[in-house]
């Protein structure tokens, strides 16, 4: 037997599917969308969290427009560039660091062109007023003055011959699988190559959405493990002789300081306010004023261009034209104050097992809360879980999602409630078309906003049945039109279902001519016996009216018995799947429908049984006699109105 037809389990139900496909999609991230939107948030949020140096260890030369428009056009020639880096070494900067790619031999000095038509054309010669500038051979000059680095990117189809490298110290097998690889590397030439007190790669990591937000703290070719500028240029500065690279955990240690390793050996860049990247820069054409020139003393400087001629610019999570150099001077800032943020291997699972728990509490929390509370009780824990992953961001440098989580388990709890919400739409549906030409609509308005109220599988109760019956209806339909019968049964339920309705009864059923009424059920309904009484006087004289019609009257139609009883009662939904009927059984009902019969036999229109009687007010009722009724011991004395009815 079908007890309820809706069930909090199917809402339950479909959230923990919701949940099992939102696990599958945070596990997978097919299209990594998840991955963006962590990032973008974490754009924000380290902003946030790591405000910017107040005075910067690290200064930028930078190669802008201006000096351009100054000191001509780009390209340079290497003794122009290395005019600029004299006067950079001559200010006493601890370390310069180079983001310009010097790959290919001078050609533009005056030595360089000298040579170039010399090969174009043998023979030719060249006023000389004296020995000419040789780019390469200067520039070199230059960075001996201070230690310097130059950069170098990674050649991916052929091995050059190795640079120049900062030994790298290995203990133990440091498991880096997302590290930058190549074959070889493109680098300065052997005379500047010679010159250098370091070599820094420059490549800068871009994201699926075009921005960079990492820059390589290590890479690796076929030849060895190379550090990025920006390490090399601390390493330089805090006068190591190498790196350290530990395993279990991944650490690379620079210097007196330590850095945990993601497994792609990347940092991830904190985005800074382009304000903060010219409080930092020095223009180039500004080395000339001693003031500006004093300001390198004792600093990091990087050397690199802003002006677009240099191609140098980036897009980054705080601007759309970041200048390269920029990006390795924020990673050598956050070095320097330790703000190096790590995603461990084990926090990915970490964030499942999150998402698994609050997806769980947001289904049993949106099946089985009310809406309100429902609502607080969710934001209460999605807002534990974002101030959690806050937490670890500031306090350890893990860089927990913070929203990821929160926003599924927020779906969850969204699906969830809309399946409370359809389930609760059907339940009320399925209410009304039950009740509502059974019950007066306060009553099925209350069951609606508490559905606990109605209890459709099973209950006893108090009730009071009442059972009506047409006086000689068999015989009234075998000589009457069967239309005009329907016709007139029709017009009579109406009557009698108002009056019933009208004092707080409901229609139980309708058999043959018979209408069954219960006082007292879904809902209790207090004095439900007297109730029942004044229905059935009201019964009475509405179809005592509604037969002395004319057309009524013309089929013979005959009075209305009636028959009352109280006691307790089984009720509750009984039937099939396809078919529920909520009906009451016990000893009143059958009481109540002999009551009914026995109307014929001592001429009366309403009996009222001794259990109904006993919560009246005597005065209401006179006794007719005592009867035996089939199912009682013993007789039982039966009452009719005192006022006689029709």
């Known amino acids: ?115 170039a038509l010399a090969s174009a054309a043998p023979g030719a010669s060249l006023a000389a007023g004296g020995p000419l500038a040789d780019g390469d051979p200067l520039l070199a000059a230059a960075a001996r003055l201070r230690p310097t680095v130059f950069g170098f990117v990674l050649d ?41 007190s370091g070599m820094g790669a420059l490549p800068l990591s871009v994201d699926p959405d075009g921005r960079v937000r990492r820059v390589p703290l290590l890479v690796r070719t076929a030849q060895a493990v190379a550090p990025g500028l920006a390490v090399e240029l601390l390493r330089l500065a805090a006068e190591a002789s190498g790196l350290i690279l530990e395993a279990a955990p991944a650490r690379l240690t620079v210097g007196e300081q330590t850095l945990a390793l993601d497994a792609d050996a990347k940092l991830r860049l904190v985005p800074r306010d382009p304000s903060h990247w010219a409080a930092r820069t020095i223009s180039a054409r500004q080395l000339a004023d001693p003031r500006q020139a004093a300001r390198l003393r004792g600093h990091l400087v990087l050397l690199g261009g802003s002006a677009p001629e240099l191609g140098g610019l ?28 790590t995603r461990p291997p084990w926090l990915g699972a970490i964030e499942l097992a999150a998402l698994a728990a609050m997806g769980l509490a947001m289904v049993l929390v949106a099946a089985r809360l009310k809406p309100r509370s429902a609502i607080a009780a969710s934001l209460v824990i ?140 879904p809902l209790d309904l207090a004095g439900h016996p007297e109730r029942a009484l004044d229905c059935a006087v009201a019964i009475a004289a509405a179809t005592d009216a509604y037969r002395r019609r004319a057309d009524i009257a013309a089929l013979g139609f005959g009075r209305t018995r009636i028959g009352i009883e109280t006691g307790r009662a089984i009720v509750g939904d009984v039937g099939g799947g396809r078919k529920l009927d909520y009906t009451a059984h016990g000893t009143a009902i059958n009481t109540a429908a002999r009551l009914e019969a026995a109307n014929k036999d001592l001429g009366t229109a309403i009996l009222v049984g001794p259990d109904a009687a006993a919560q009246i007010p005597p005065a209401r009722l006179r006794p007719v006699g005592r009867l035996d009724l089939r199912g009682r011991a013993e007789p039982v004395e039966v009452f009719t109105p005192a006022v006689p009815t029709a």
Do not use: C
């Open 1 to 115: 037997m079908t007890r309820r037809r809706f069930h909090p389990g199917s809402v339950v139900g479909i959230g923990l599917a919701a949940l099992a496909l939102l696990l599958g999609l945070f596990a997978l991230d097919p299209a990594g969308s998840r991955g963006l939107i962590r990032e973008r948030v974490d754009d924000w949020l380290l902003s946030v969290l790591v405000p910017p140096p107040a005075s910067p260890n690290v200064l930028v030369v930078d190669i802008d427009r201006a000096t351009l428009a100054e000191l001509g056009p780009w390209p340079w020639g290497r003794d122009r560039l290395a005019g600029l880096v004299e006067r950079i070494a001559a200010a006493g900067p601890s370390v310069v660091g180079f983001d310009i790619l010097l790959d290919e031999p001078d050609r533009l000095s005056a030595a360089a062109l000298a040579r």
């Open 156 to 196: 991916p189809e052929t091995s050059r011959p190795p640079l120049p490298l900062a030994p790298i110290l290995t203990r133990g097998t440091a498991e880096l699988p997302g590290i930058w690889r190549g074959v070889g590397f493109i680098g300065p030439n052997r005379t500047l190559a010679a010159a250098a």
């Open 314 to 341: 980036r897009v980054a999570a705080s601007t759309s034209a970041a200048p390269s150099v920029q990006l390795h001077a924020d990673a050598a800032e956050q070095i320097l104050a330790g703000a190096v943020f």
């Open 382 to 521: 999605l807002a534990v879980w974002i101030a959690a992953a806050v937490l670890v961001t500031w306090r350890w440098r893990i860089l927990a999602d913070p929203v990821g989580p929160p926003i599924l388990a927020g779906l969850v709890f969204t699906l969830t409630a809309l399946a409370g919400l359809v389930r609760t739409e059907l339940r009320e549906r399925a209410l009304r078309r039950r009740f509502e030409q059974h019950l007066a609509p306060d009553v099925v308005a209350r069951l609606i906003a508490e559905p606990d109220l109605l209890r459709l599988d099973g209950e006893e109760r108090e009730v009071t049945a009442l059972f009506t019956d047409i006086e000689g209806f068999t015989a009234m339909t075998d000589r009457a039109d069967p239309r005009a019968v329907v016709a007139a049964l029709d017009g009579y339920f109406a009557a009698v279902s108002d009056v019933v309705i009208a004092h707080g009864g409901m229609i139980d059923k309708f058999v043959g001519d018979a209408v069954h009424a219960l006082f007292g059920a």
